[in-house]
T-cell receptor, first 112, second 114 residues
Framework: SQELEQSPQSLIVQEGKNLTINCTSS?????LYWYKQKYGEGLIFLMM?????EEKSHEKITAKLDEKKQQSSLHITASQPSHAGIYLC????????????FGKGTKLSVIP | EAGVTQSPTHLIKTRGQQATLRCSPI?????VYWYQQALGLGLQFLLW???????NRGNFPPRFSGRQFPNYSSELNVNALELEDSALYLC?????????????FGNGTRLTVT
């Protein structure tokens, strides 16, 4: 079965600093999804990446999928307190499979 | 457009009892997924329903079951509750657009078993 490893597990940054979260898969990724979760709440969809080398941005968040489609990174520029939360990567477990497998998440704290 | 709605928000049960959790998908979405998020274990896939049928289930015992109704809403039932069933249960829905359609999540039901 597919496993997703996220690093780091937690991150504390000063407001205004840049940061990167990584997601590494044990198998080729068939669609990679990034979500954000505030403690005890549902997941908010951020971005979906499908093609090797693909890069997407939304506001100050950029996500990339490497050429081999086994690793993705999420980069936040000039972090703000509103970026705080748990970031999770999720991936389809193979062609024809619709449910997602998730990493354990990266907890981000942003200090004002 | 209304998002995925789950009820109740919180549920407290005693060990051995049964719990029923409900989910209404986004209008137009035909697939519903259930996930369990227990402390320290991350999101674990439970069940996937599409067009009223169970399409796949995760590695959970049979006392976790559910169904999807003709209006695509769904119910998750947990029988013979155990203490370790305490978790946040998240429901998600997706459109019938095909593979790689993103999942949209509700805010979850917090189940506490005492």
């Amino acid at each position: 079965s597919q496993e997703l490893e996220q690093s780091p597990q937690s991150l504390i940054v000063q407001e205004g600093k840049n940061l990167t979260i990584n997601c590494t898969s044990s198998k080729t990724l068939y669609g990679l999804y990034w979500y954000k979760q505030k403690y005890g709440e549902g997941l908010i969809f951020l971005m979906m990446l499908q093609k090797g080398g693909e890069e997407k941005s939304h506001e100050k968040i950029t996500a990339k999928l490497d050429e081999k489609k086994q690793q993705s990174s999420l980069h936040i520029t000039a972090s703000q307190p509103s970026h705080a939360g748990i970031y999770l990567c999720g991936a389809g477990s193979g062609a024809g499979s619709y449910q997602l497998t998730f990493g354990k998440g990266t907890k981000l704290s942003v200090i004002p | 457009e209304a998002g995925v709605t789950q009820s109740p928000t919180h549920l407290i049960k005693t060990r051995g009892q049964q719990a029923t959790l409900r989910c209404s998908p986004i209008s137009g979405h035909t697939s519903v997924y259930w996930y369990q998020q227990a402390l320290g274990l991350g999101l674990q896939f439970l069940l996937w329903y599409d067009e009223g049928e169970e399409r796949n289930r995760g590695n959970f015992p049979p006392r976790f079951s559910g169904r999807q109704f003709p209006n695509y809403s769904s119910e998750l039932n947990v029988n013979a509750l155990e203490l370790e069933d305490s978790a946040l249960y998240l429901c998600a829905s997706s459109s019938p657009a095909g593979l790689n359609s993103p999942l949209h999540f509700g805010n979850g039901t917090r189940l506490t078993v005492t």
